[in-house]
Protein backbone atom coordinates (compact mmCIF):
# COMPACT_ATOMS: atom_id res chain seq x y z
CA UNK A 1 0.00 0.00 0.00
CA UNK A 2 1.18 3.18 -1.06
CA UNK A 3 2.21 6.02 1.33
CA UNK A 4 -0.22 9.09 0.87
CA UNK A 5 3.01 11.12 2.67
CA UNK A 6 4.96 10.13 -0.10
CA UNK A 7 1.99 10.43 -2.95
CA UNK A 8 1.69 14.39 -2.05
CA UNK A 9 5.22 15.30 -1.92
CA UNK A 10 5.38 13.84 -5.41
CA UNK A 11 2.57 15.38 -6.33
CA UNK A 12 3.95 18.49 -5.21
CA UNK A 13 7.07 18.07 -6.34
CA UNK A 14 5.71 17.35 -10.20
CA UNK A 15 3.62 20.26 -9.60
CA UNK A 16 6.37 22.63 -9.21
CA UNK A 17 8.19 21.05 -12.35
CA UNK A 18 5.11 21.66 -14.23
CA UNK A 19 5.75 24.47 -16.27
CA UNK A 20 9.25 23.25 -17.36
CA UNK A 21 7.07 20.64 -19.49
CA UNK A 22 6.16 23.70 -21.89
CA UNK A 23 8.92 24.53 -24.38
CA UNK A 24 9.47 28.21 -24.68
CA UNK A 25 9.10 28.65 -20.20
CA UNK A 26 12.15 26.24 -20.59
CA UNK A 27 13.97 27.48 -23.04
CA UNK A 28 13.76 31.36 -21.58
CA UNK A 29 14.34 29.96 -17.71
CA UNK A 30 17.29 28.16 -19.03
CA UNK A 31 19.20 31.09 -20.51
CA UNK A 32 17.94 32.88 -17.64
CA UNK A 33 20.11 30.46 -15.33
CA UNK A 34 22.80 31.08 -17.65
CA UNK A 35 22.07 34.93 -18.09
CA UNK A 36 22.24 34.68 -14.03
CA UNK A 37 25.26 32.97 -13.73
CA UNK A 38 27.39 36.27 -16.03
CA UNK A 39 25.86 37.95 -13.61
CA UNK A 40 27.03 36.65 -10.73
CA UNK A 41 30.54 36.42 -12.02
CA UNK A 42 30.56 39.99 -12.65
CA UNK A 43 29.82 40.62 -9.08
CA UNK A 44 31.87 37.99 -7.75
CA UNK A 45 34.75 40.05 -9.85
CA UNK A 46 34.26 43.67 -9.02
CA UNK A 47 33.53 42.51 -5.21
CA UNK A 48 36.65 40.71 -5.26
CA UNK A 49 39.09 43.48 -7.56
CA UNK A 50 37.63 46.36 -5.39
CA UNK A 51 39.37 44.48 -2.11
CA UNK A 52 42.50 44.79 -4.08
CA UNK A 53 42.64 47.88 -5.28
CA UNK A 54 41.32 49.72 -2.07
CA UNK A 55 41.08 49.24 1.74
CA UNK A 56 38.08 50.71 2.20
CA UNK A 57 35.40 48.63 3.26
CA UNK A 58 32.83 51.10 2.05
CA UNK A 59 34.35 51.22 -1.17
CA UNK A 60 33.88 46.90 -1.31
CA UNK A 61 30.30 47.07 -0.30
CA UNK A 62 29.27 50.35 -2.88
CA UNK A 63 29.88 47.36 -5.17
CA UNK A 64 26.29 45.87 -4.22
CA UNK A 65 24.63 49.28 -4.20
CA UNK A 66 26.05 50.35 -7.67
CA UNK A 67 24.27 47.21 -8.95
CA UNK A 68 21.12 47.73 -6.91
CA UNK A 69 21.12 51.38 -7.47
CA UNK A 70 19.68 51.52 -10.92
CA UNK A 71 17.21 48.97 -9.97
CA UNK A 72 15.89 51.74 -7.13
CA UNK A 73 16.11 54.45 -9.76
CA UNK A 74 14.85 53.08 -12.96
CA UNK A 75 12.44 50.52 -12.56
CA UNK A 76 9.22 52.55 -12.33
CA UNK A 77 9.99 53.79 -15.76
CA UNK A 78 11.17 50.27 -16.67
CA UNK A 79 8.03 49.04 -15.73
CA UNK A 80 5.93 51.54 -17.61
CA UNK A 81 8.01 50.92 -20.68
CA UNK A 82 7.11 47.06 -20.57
CA UNK A 83 3.79 47.79 -20.13
CA UNK A 84 3.17 50.14 -23.07
CA UNK A 85 6.05 48.42 -25.79
CA UNK A 86 6.69 44.65 -27.14
CA UNK A 87 8.11 43.27 -24.47
CA UNK A 88 11.06 41.08 -26.31
CA UNK A 89 12.41 44.53 -28.47
CA UNK A 90 12.60 45.73 -24.66
CA UNK A 91 14.34 42.76 -23.17
CA UNK A 92 16.84 42.49 -26.42
CA UNK A 93 17.51 46.31 -26.19
CA UNK A 94 18.56 45.51 -22.30
CA UNK A 95 20.38 42.48 -22.48
CA UNK A 96 22.62 44.16 -25.37
CA UNK A 97 23.44 47.16 -23.02
CA UNK A 98 24.60 44.77 -20.06
CA UNK A 99 26.76 42.67 -22.16
CA UNK A 100 27.96 45.56 -23.81
CA UNK A 101 29.02 47.12 -20.29
CA UNK A 102 30.67 43.71 -19.52
CA UNK A 103 32.65 43.66 -22.38
CA UNK A 104 34.20 47.43 -21.88
CA UNK A 105 34.70 46.47 -18.71
CA UNK A 106 36.61 43.43 -19.35
CA UNK A 107 38.59 45.20 -21.52
CA UNK A 108 39.52 48.08 -19.90
CA UNK A 109 40.19 45.54 -16.93
CA UNK A 110 42.89 44.04 -19.27
CA UNK A 111 44.52 47.29 -20.31
CA UNK A 112 44.85 47.70 -16.63
CA UNK A 113 42.91 50.80 -16.38
CA UNK A 114 39.90 49.31 -13.89
CA UNK A 115 40.28 52.15 -10.97
CA UNK A 116 37.64 51.75 -8.34
CA UNK A 117 34.93 54.34 -9.71
CA UNK A 118 35.17 52.42 -12.76
CA UNK A 119 34.35 49.18 -11.34
CA UNK A 120 31.31 51.17 -9.81
CA UNK A 121 30.22 52.81 -12.92
CA UNK A 122 30.53 49.88 -15.51
CA UNK A 123 28.32 48.15 -12.51
CA UNK A 124 25.87 50.60 -12.50
CA UNK A 125 25.16 50.37 -16.42
CA UNK A 126 25.39 46.33 -15.88
CA UNK A 127 22.93 47.03 -13.47
CA UNK A 128 20.62 49.70 -15.44
CA UNK A 129 20.29 46.78 -18.59
CA UNK A 130 19.10 44.08 -15.74
CA UNK A 131 17.03 46.52 -14.26
CA UNK A 132 15.21 47.47 -17.82
CA UNK A 133 14.77 43.82 -18.50
CA UNK A 134 13.25 42.17 -15.39
CA UNK A 135 9.90 43.99 -15.61
CA UNK A 136 9.43 43.14 -19.08
CA UNK A 137 10.60 39.02 -18.49
CA UNK A 138 8.60 38.88 -15.40
CA UNK A 139 5.55 39.87 -16.28
CA UNK A 140 5.70 37.94 -19.43
CA UNK A 141 6.06 35.14 -17.33
CA UNK A 142 1.87 34.78 -17.75
CA UNK A 143 2.16 34.63 -21.62
CA UNK A 144 4.02 31.74 -21.13
CA UNK A 145 2.29 29.32 -19.09
CA UNK A 146 -1.40 29.49 -18.44
CA UNK A 147 -2.49 31.66 -14.74
CA UNK A 148 -2.69 28.13 -12.69
CA UNK A 149 0.99 27.58 -13.20
CA UNK A 150 2.44 30.90 -12.68
CA UNK A 151 3.12 30.42 -8.67
CA UNK A 152 5.54 27.28 -9.51
CA UNK A 153 6.60 29.97 -12.90
CA UNK A 154 7.35 32.53 -10.78
CA UNK A 155 9.41 30.30 -7.73
CA UNK A 156 11.31 28.66 -10.82
CA UNK A 157 12.23 31.89 -12.39
CA UNK A 158 13.08 32.66 -8.78
CA UNK A 159 15.07 29.46 -8.43
CA UNK A 160 16.81 30.20 -11.86
CA UNK A 161 19.07 32.71 -9.85
CA UNK A 162 19.48 30.79 -7.08
CA UNK A 163 20.76 27.99 -8.88
CA UNK A 164 23.38 30.31 -10.16
CA UNK A 165 23.95 31.50 -7.09
CA UNK A 166 24.67 28.03 -6.00
CA UNK A 167 27.49 27.52 -8.46
CA UNK A 168 28.16 31.03 -9.85
CA UNK A 169 30.12 32.33 -7.11
CA UNK A 170 32.01 29.12 -6.54
CA UNK A 171 32.51 28.60 -10.44
CA UNK A 172 33.30 32.73 -10.61
CA UNK A 173 35.74 32.36 -7.89
CA UNK A 174 37.40 29.76 -9.86
CA UNK A 175 37.43 31.74 -13.53
CA UNK A 176 38.96 34.98 -11.28
CA UNK A 177 41.58 32.40 -9.77
CA UNK A 178 42.66 30.90 -12.97
CA UNK A 179 41.92 33.65 -15.22
CA UNK A 180 41.75 37.48 -13.20
CA UNK A 181 39.08 39.66 -13.21
CA UNK A 182 39.43 40.68 -17.03
CA UNK A 183 37.86 37.17 -18.00
CA UNK A 184 35.93 37.14 -15.39
CA UNK A 185 33.91 39.78 -16.72
CA UNK A 186 34.03 38.79 -20.46
CA UNK A 187 32.51 35.98 -18.73
CA UNK A 188 29.46 37.95 -18.10
CA UNK A 189 29.86 39.31 -21.53
CA UNK A 190 29.16 35.83 -22.86
CA UNK A 191 26.75 34.27 -20.84
CA UNK A 192 23.79 37.18 -21.41
CA UNK A 193 20.25 35.27 -22.92
CA UNK A 194 20.17 37.71 -25.80
CA UNK A 195 20.11 34.89 -28.19
CA UNK A 196 16.96 33.20 -26.89
CA UNK A 197 14.80 36.58 -26.74
CA UNK A 198 15.78 37.24 -30.24
CA UNK A 199 14.16 33.66 -31.23
CA UNK A 200 11.18 34.17 -29.08
CA UNK A 201 8.52 34.39 -31.62
CA UNK A 202 6.14 36.91 -29.57
CA UNK A 203 2.84 38.26 -30.83
CA UNK A 204 2.09 41.41 -29.07
CA UNK A 205 -1.24 41.71 -27.70
CA UNK A 206 -3.22 44.67 -30.24
CA UNK A 207 -4.60 47.90 -28.34
CA UNK A 208 -6.98 50.24 -30.42
CA UNK A 209 -5.32 53.38 -28.07
CA UNK A 210 -1.98 54.44 -28.48
CA UNK A 211 0.78 53.90 -25.45
CA UNK A 212 0.93 56.56 -22.81
CA UNK A 213 3.19 59.10 -22.35
CA UNK A 214 5.86 57.76 -20.55
CA UNK A 215 5.02 60.56 -17.83
CA UNK A 216 1.29 59.25 -17.24
CA UNK A 217 2.03 55.72 -17.52
CA UNK A 218 4.40 56.04 -14.74
CA UNK A 219 1.67 58.10 -12.82
CA UNK A 220 -0.56 54.96 -13.33
CA UNK A 221 1.16 52.55 -11.73
CA UNK A 222 2.43 54.40 -8.88
CA UNK A 223 -1.66 55.77 -8.40
CA UNK A 224 -2.21 51.63 -8.57
CA UNK A 225 -0.17 51.15 -5.76
CA UNK A 226 -0.89 54.02 -3.60
CA UNK A 227 -4.78 52.41 -4.13
CA UNK A 228 -4.45 48.78 -3.49
CA UNK A 229 -3.27 48.19 0.29
CA UNK A 230 -2.53 44.83 -0.22
CA UNK A 231 -0.01 45.71 -2.75
CA UNK A 232 1.53 48.52 -0.39
CA UNK A 233 2.09 46.11 2.31
CA UNK A 234 3.98 43.73 0.13
CA UNK A 235 6.02 46.48 -1.05
CA UNK A 236 6.85 48.20 2.17
CA UNK A 237 7.89 44.39 3.69
CA UNK A 238 9.64 43.94 0.84
CA UNK A 239 12.31 46.96 1.54
CA UNK A 240 13.13 46.55 4.41
CA UNK A 241 13.17 42.64 4.04
CA UNK A 242 15.99 43.83 1.71
CA UNK A 243 17.63 46.43 3.68
CA UNK A 244 18.47 44.19 6.44
CA UNK A 245 18.87 41.26 4.28
CA UNK A 246 21.31 43.07 2.10
CA UNK A 247 23.96 42.63 5.02
CA UNK A 248 25.22 39.18 4.05
CA UNK A 249 25.94 39.07 0.52
CA UNK A 250 27.25 42.86 0.95
CA UNK A 251 29.91 41.92 3.39
CA UNK A 252 30.88 38.64 2.28
CA UNK A 253 34.25 39.73 0.78
CA UNK A 254 35.06 41.66 4.01
CA UNK A 255 34.12 38.50 6.28
CA UNK A 256 36.24 36.11 4.32
CA UNK A 257 38.86 38.98 4.11
CA UNK A 258 38.78 39.92 7.56
CA UNK A 259 37.06 37.37 9.73
CA UNK A 260 37.71 34.09 8.03
CA UNK A 261 41.70 35.25 6.38
CA UNK A 262 40.27 33.41 3.10
CA UNK A 263 41.03 33.75 -0.34
CA UNK A 264 38.90 34.27 -3.42
CA UNK A 265 37.92 30.22 -3.57
CA UNK A 266 36.72 30.84 -0.46
CA UNK A 267 34.44 33.54 -1.42
CA UNK A 268 32.94 31.97 -4.19
CA UNK A 269 32.44 28.97 -1.78
CA UNK A 270 30.35 30.87 0.86
CA UNK A 271 28.17 32.45 -1.53
CA UNK A 272 27.66 29.14 -3.04
CA UNK A 273 26.71 27.59 -0.01
CA UNK A 274 24.07 30.78 0.20
CA UNK A 275 22.62 30.05 -3.25
CA UNK A 276 22.04 26.11 -2.16
CA UNK A 277 19.93 26.84 0.50
CA UNK A 278 17.87 29.04 -1.91
CA UNK A 279 17.58 26.27 -3.90
CA UNK A 280 16.55 24.15 -1.14
CA UNK A 281 14.12 26.68 0.37
CA UNK A 282 12.42 27.10 -3.31
CA UNK A 283 12.16 23.23 -3.18
CA UNK A 284 10.80 22.97 -0.19
CA UNK A 285 8.12 26.11 -0.66
CA UNK A 286 5.47 24.26 -1.98
CA UNK A 287 5.29 21.82 0.67
CA UNK A 288 6.03 24.91 3.29
CA UNK A 289 2.71 26.73 1.71
CA UNK A 290 0.26 23.92 2.76
CA UNK A 291 1.80 24.44 6.43
CA UNK A 292 2.63 27.90 6.69
CA UNK A 293 0.27 31.21 5.82
CA UNK A 294 1.84 33.76 3.31
CA UNK A 295 2.98 35.80 6.55
CA UNK A 296 4.46 32.99 8.79
CA UNK A 297 6.72 31.90 5.91
CA UNK A 298 7.75 35.52 5.91
CA UNK A 299 8.51 35.41 9.48
CA UNK A 300 10.19 32.25 9.34
CA UNK A 301 12.19 33.91 6.66
CA UNK A 302 13.41 36.58 8.46
CA UNK A 303 14.77 34.74 11.68
CA UNK A 304 16.54 32.12 9.34
CA UNK A 305 18.52 35.25 7.70
CA UNK A 306 19.17 36.70 11.21
CA UNK A 307 20.30 33.23 13.00
CA UNK A 308 22.79 33.32 9.56
CA UNK A 309 23.90 37.20 10.03
CA UNK A 310 25.14 36.32 13.89
CA UNK A 311 26.59 33.25 13.26
CA UNK A 312 28.73 34.67 10.60
CA UNK A 313 29.21 37.66 12.95
CA UNK A 314 30.94 35.53 15.43
CA UNK A 315 32.28 32.68 13.63
CA UNK A 316 36.15 32.15 12.81
CA UNK A 317 35.24 28.82 10.43
CA UNK A 318 34.49 28.64 6.93
CA UNK A 319 32.73 25.55 7.60
CA UNK A 320 30.26 26.97 10.26
CA UNK A 321 29.70 29.79 8.18
CA UNK A 322 29.17 28.19 5.35
CA UNK A 323 26.32 26.07 7.34
CA UNK A 324 24.82 28.99 8.50
CA UNK A 325 24.56 30.82 5.13
CA UNK A 326 22.43 27.90 4.04
CA UNK A 327 19.97 28.28 6.50
CA UNK A 328 20.09 32.32 5.44
CA UNK A 329 19.99 31.84 1.97
CA UNK A 330 16.90 29.46 2.34
CA UNK A 331 15.17 32.27 4.36
CA UNK A 332 16.36 34.96 1.51
CA UNK A 333 14.87 32.80 -1.48
CA UNK A 334 11.58 31.96 0.73
CA UNK A 335 10.33 35.05 2.08
CA UNK A 336 11.12 36.98 -1.80
CA UNK A 337 9.48 34.29 -3.74
CA UNK A 338 6.55 34.53 -1.72
CA UNK A 339 6.48 38.71 -1.85
CA UNK A 340 7.22 37.95 -5.70
CA UNK A 341 3.84 35.23 -6.27
CA UNK A 342 2.02 37.76 -4.03
CA UNK A 343 2.11 40.89 -6.37
CA UNK A 344 1.97 38.76 -9.87
CA UNK A 345 -1.24 37.31 -7.99
CA UNK A 346 -2.78 40.91 -7.63
CA UNK A 347 -1.81 42.75 -10.99
CA UNK A 348 -3.98 42.78 -13.73
CA UNK A 349 -1.94 41.96 -17.23
CA UNK A 350 -2.54 46.00 -18.47
CA UNK A 351 -0.10 47.25 -15.49
CA UNK A 352 1.83 43.84 -14.58
CA UNK A 353 4.71 45.70 -16.03
CA UNK A 354 4.81 48.27 -13.64
CA UNK A 355 3.76 46.36 -10.32
CA UNK A 356 6.64 43.54 -11.30
CA UNK A 357 9.21 47.32 -11.04
CA UNK A 358 7.37 48.64 -8.45
CA UNK A 359 8.50 45.18 -6.37
CA UNK A 360 11.90 45.11 -8.22
CA UNK A 361 12.28 48.52 -6.52
CA UNK A 362 11.28 48.18 -3.36
CA UNK A 363 13.87 44.62 -3.10
CA UNK A 364 16.51 46.50 -5.13
CA UNK A 365 16.33 49.79 -3.00
CA UNK A 366 16.06 47.94 -0.15
CA UNK A 367 19.69 46.33 -0.30
CA UNK A 368 21.27 49.23 -1.80
CA UNK A 369 20.83 51.38 0.98
CA UNK A 370 21.32 48.43 3.06
CA UNK A 371 24.64 47.65 1.75
CA UNK A 372 25.51 51.64 1.76
CA UNK A 373 24.03 51.38 5.80
CA UNK A 374 26.01 48.30 6.64
CA UNK A 375 29.49 49.03 4.70
CA UNK A 376 29.41 52.07 6.71
CA UNK A 377 28.82 50.91 9.88
CA UNK A 378 31.67 48.14 8.94
CA UNK A 379 33.99 51.26 8.07
CA UNK A 380 33.22 52.74 11.25
CA UNK A 381 32.98 50.26 13.68
CA UNK A 382 34.08 46.06 12.41
CA UNK A 383 32.47 43.57 9.88
CA UNK A 384 31.29 42.20 12.93
CA UNK A 385 29.09 45.28 14.83
CA UNK A 386 27.72 45.39 11.05
CA UNK A 387 26.61 42.17 11.47
CA UNK A 388 25.53 41.88 14.45
CA UNK A 389 23.26 45.21 13.88
CA UNK A 390 21.37 44.11 11.27
CA UNK A 391 20.66 40.57 13.52
CA UNK A 392 18.88 43.31 15.79
CA UNK A 393 17.42 45.07 12.56
CA UNK A 394 16.03 41.77 11.11
CA UNK A 395 14.90 40.99 14.72
CA UNK A 396 12.97 44.22 15.18
CA UNK A 397 10.84 43.44 11.50
CA UNK A 398 9.37 40.23 12.98
CA UNK A 399 6.85 43.10 14.56
CA UNK A 400 5.69 44.14 11.44
CA UNK A 401 3.62 40.68 11.48
CA UNK A 402 1.34 41.95 13.62
CA UNK A 403 1.28 45.80 12.15
CA UNK A 404 0.63 45.24 8.79
CA UNK A 405 0.73 41.12 8.11
CA UNK A 406 1.02 40.26 4.32
CA UNK A 407 -2.47 38.66 3.91
CA UNK A 408 -2.71 35.70 1.14
CA UNK A 409 -3.71 36.86 -2.43
CA UNK A 410 -7.37 35.19 -2.99
CA UNK A 411 -7.41 33.42 -6.34
CA UNK A 412 -9.14 36.30 -9.20
CA UNK A 413 -9.61 36.77 -12.37
CA UNK A 414 -7.99 39.32 -13.76
CA UNK A 415 -8.05 39.45 -17.45
CA UNK A 416 -9.59 42.39 -18.42
CA UNK A 417 -13.18 42.82 -19.32
CA UNK A 418 -14.30 44.39 -23.22
CA UNK A 419 -17.21 46.34 -22.28
CA UNK A 420 -18.87 47.81 -25.27
CA UNK A 421 -18.03 51.21 -26.29
CA UNK A 422 -20.22 54.05 -24.73
CA UNK A 423 -22.77 56.39 -26.94
CA UNK A 424 -20.42 59.68 -28.41
CA UNK A 425 -22.58 62.55 -29.70
CA UNK A 426 -20.11 64.83 -30.00
CA UNK A 427 -16.96 65.13 -32.17
CA UNK A 428 -14.45 63.67 -29.99
CA UNK A 429 -10.49 63.03 -30.49
CA UNK A 430 -7.98 61.57 -27.78
CA UNK A 431 -7.00 64.40 -26.73
CA UNK A 432 -10.74 65.85 -25.74
CA UNK A 433 -11.07 66.44 -22.23
CA UNK A 434 -11.60 66.50 -18.79
CA UNK A 435 -14.42 63.64 -19.03
CA UNK A 436 -16.60 63.88 -16.30
CA UNK A 437 -18.67 60.85 -15.55
CA UNK A 438 -21.77 60.99 -13.00
CA UNK A 439 -23.53 58.09 -11.96
CA UNK A 440 -27.16 58.91 -10.02
CA UNK A 441 -28.26 56.40 -7.54
CA UNK A 442 -31.73 56.02 -5.75
CA UNK A 443 -30.68 54.33 -2.27
CA UNK A 444 -32.97 53.66 0.40
CA UNK A 445 -32.51 55.49 3.65
CA UNK A 446 -32.39 52.24 5.84
CA UNK A 447 -29.49 51.12 3.20
CA UNK A 448 -27.38 54.21 3.38
CA UNK A 449 -25.11 53.30 5.80
CA UNK A 450 -24.35 49.96 3.92
CA UNK A 451 -24.26 51.87 0.59
CA UNK A 452 -21.49 54.30 1.69
CA UNK A 453 -19.84 51.36 3.04
CA UNK A 454 -19.89 49.49 -0.66
CA UNK A 455 -19.12 52.33 -1.90
CA UNK A 456 -15.57 52.79 -0.93
CA UNK A 457 -14.49 50.04 -2.41
CA UNK A 458 -15.80 51.30 -5.69
CA UNK A 459 -13.49 54.40 -4.87
CA UNK A 460 -10.33 52.48 -4.87
CA UNK A 461 -11.01 50.80 -7.95
CA UNK A 462 -11.80 53.95 -9.69
CA UNK A 463 -9.30 55.69 -8.33
CA UNK A 464 -6.09 52.68 -9.04
CA UNK A 465 -7.52 52.55 -12.62
CA UNK A 466 -6.98 56.56 -13.84
CA UNK A 467 -9.53 58.37 -12.52
CA UNK A 468 -9.35 61.74 -10.91
CA UNK A 469 -11.54 63.91 -8.44
CA UNK A 470 -13.77 60.77 -7.44
CA UNK A 471 -16.38 62.16 -4.63
CA UNK A 472 -19.59 61.12 -3.13
CA UNK A 473 -22.49 63.16 -2.37
CA UNK A 474 -25.71 63.06 -0.74
CA UNK A 475 -28.83 65.21 -2.14
CA UNK A 476 -29.86 67.40 0.76
CA UNK A 477 -32.87 68.25 -1.16
CA UNK A 478 -34.02 64.02 -1.73
CA UNK A 479 -32.26 61.99 0.61
CA UNK A 480 -32.74 59.07 -1.73
CA UNK A 481 -30.46 60.46 -4.40
CA UNK A 482 -26.82 59.85 -4.37
CA UNK A 483 -24.54 61.02 -7.01
CA UNK A 484 -20.83 59.48 -7.88
CA UNK A 485 -18.46 61.38 -9.58
CA UNK A 486 -15.05 61.34 -10.82
CA UNK A 487 -12.92 62.80 -14.02
CA UNK A 488 -10.07 61.23 -17.07
CA UNK A 489 -8.11 64.25 -18.17
CA UNK A 490 -8.52 63.03 -22.00
CA UNK A 491 -11.06 60.90 -23.75
CA UNK A 492 -8.29 58.63 -24.55
CA UNK A 493 -7.58 58.36 -20.89
CA UNK A 494 -11.32 57.41 -20.38
CA UNK A 495 -11.12 54.70 -22.61
CA UNK A 496 -8.34 53.14 -21.24
CA UNK A 497 -9.82 53.20 -17.72
CA UNK A 498 -12.89 51.52 -19.44
CA UNK A 499 -10.48 48.48 -20.66
CA UNK A 500 -8.65 47.79 -18.04
CA UNK A 501 -11.46 46.67 -15.54
CA UNK A 502 -11.32 43.53 -14.56
CA UNK A 503 -14.20 40.81 -13.23
CA UNK A 504 -13.70 41.15 -10.00
CA UNK A 505 -13.18 44.83 -10.41
CA UNK A 506 -16.95 44.77 -12.24
CA UNK A 507 -18.40 42.31 -9.10
CA UNK A 508 -17.34 45.37 -6.77
CA UNK A 509 -19.22 48.11 -9.08
CA UNK A 510 -22.18 45.79 -9.50
CA UNK A 511 -22.53 45.20 -5.55
CA UNK A 512 -24.03 48.29 -4.87
CA UNK A 513 -26.56 47.79 -6.74
CA UNK A 514 -28.48 45.33 -4.21
CA UNK A 515 -29.07 49.02 -2.27
CA UNK A 516 -31.11 50.73 -5.08
CA UNK A 517 -34.38 51.47 -4.06
CA UNK A 518 -36.61 48.82 -5.99
CA UNK A 519 -37.49 49.27 -9.31
CA UNK A 520 -34.79 51.67 -9.56
CA UNK A 521 -31.64 51.86 -12.03
CA UNK A 522 -28.16 53.78 -11.88
CA UNK A 523 -28.68 56.99 -14.10
CA UNK A 524 -25.23 57.27 -15.99
CA UNK A 525 -24.07 60.34 -17.46
CA UNK A 526 -20.63 60.74 -19.45
CA UNK A 527 -19.85 65.10 -19.56
CA UNK A 528 -17.22 66.97 -21.56
CA UNK A 529 -15.96 69.73 -19.46
CA UNK A 530 -15.73 72.95 -21.23
CA UNK A 531 -14.03 75.49 -18.48
CA UNK A 532 -14.79 79.30 -19.19
CA UNK A 533 -12.66 80.23 -22.36
CA UNK A 534 -11.50 77.22 -23.48
CA UNK A 535 -14.01 77.30 -26.41
CA UNK A 536 -14.16 79.62 -29.17
CA UNK A 537 -16.39 79.55 -31.92
CA UNK A 538 -17.26 81.56 -34.31
CA UNK A 539 -20.87 82.84 -35.06
CA UNK A 540 -20.95 81.09 -38.39
CA UNK A 541 -19.36 77.93 -37.33
CA UNK A 542 -21.58 74.93 -36.67
CA UNK A 543 -21.17 72.70 -33.95
CA UNK A 544 -19.88 69.07 -35.58
CA UNK A 545 -22.22 65.84 -34.87
CA UNK A 546 -19.10 63.58 -35.87
CA UNK A 547 -18.25 60.89 -33.64
CA UNK A 548 -14.74 59.53 -32.96
CA UNK A 549 -13.47 57.39 -30.30
CA UNK A 550 -10.05 57.06 -31.39
Not at 236 to 244: E, L, V
Not at 477 to 494: K, N
Not at 526 to 543: K, Q, T
Amino acid sequence: MSDPAAIRSSAAHQGFLEPLRMPLFRRIWIASVLSNLGFLFLSVGTAWQMTALTAQAGMVTLVQTALMLPMMLLSIPAGAVADMYDRRRIGMVSLALSMMSASALAILTWLGHAAPWTLLAFCALTGTGMTLFNPAWQASVSEQVPRDMLSQAVSLNSISFNIARSFGPALGGVILTLGGAAITFASTAASTMFAVMFLWRRTPAPSRLPPERIDRAMHTGVRYVLHSPQVRVVLFRTFWFGFGGSTISALMPLVTRDLLRGSAAIYGLLLGTYGVGAVIGAMCLNRLRHQLSAEGLVLLSTGLLALAACTVATSTSALLSGASLVFGGAGWMVALTVCNVQIQTLAPRWVSGRLMAAYQRAIGGGMAAGSWCWGRKAQAYSVEQALLGATAFLAATLLLGWIMPIKAAPPANLEPVKLSDPEVNLDLTGRSGPIIVQLEYRVAPQHARAFYRAMQAVRSVRRRNGAFDWSLSRDIADAELWLERDQCPTWHDYLRQRDRSTPDELDTQLHVRRYLREGSEIRLRRLLERPFGSVRWADDVPESPVTTTG
